[in-house]
């Protein structure tokens, strides 16, 4: 069994900062990517910012310069360090990690349960 579960969310005002992270435990064998999706209320599900385990990152172009994702491979964890947040970043941030649970294993996608951000005054 894997588990990945996410905290640091919250209410910020506009210009603000939160650190969300992401820990996995359990049946781990190998972490390849790491990342993050948000979800607001009628929109599609994006992916926000992804590494992977080489530190490979990628960001969506409106996070770009203000959200920095980064992973301490020893603790299982990724973060995501979000400043000069805006109203249009709220959402529920869900956390994923790509864990092999064997050397011969397919990896799989594993999920949090989702941390709702909200920037607002």
């Known amino acids: 069994q894997v588990q990945v579960v996410e905290s640091g969310g919250g209410l910020v005002q506009p210009g603000g900062s939160l650190r969300l992270s992401c820990a996995a435990s359990g049946s781990i064998f190998s972490i390849y990517a790491m990342g993050w999706y948000r979800q607001a209320p009628g929109i599609e599900r994006e992916l926000v910012a992804r590494i992977t385990s080489d530190g490979s990152t990628y960001y969506v172009d409106s996070v770009k310069g203000r959200f920095t994702i980064s992973r301490d491979n020893a603790k299982n964890t990724v973060y995501l360090q979000m400043t000069s947040l805006k109203p249009e970043d709220t959402a529920v941030y869900y956390c994923?990690?790509?864990?092999?649970?064997?050397?011969?294993?397919?990896?799989?996608?594993?999920w949090g349960q989702g941390t709702q951000v909200t920037v607002s005054s």
């Open positions: 994923y990690a790509d864990i092999s649970s064997g050397p011969r294993l397919v990896p799989y996608d594993y």
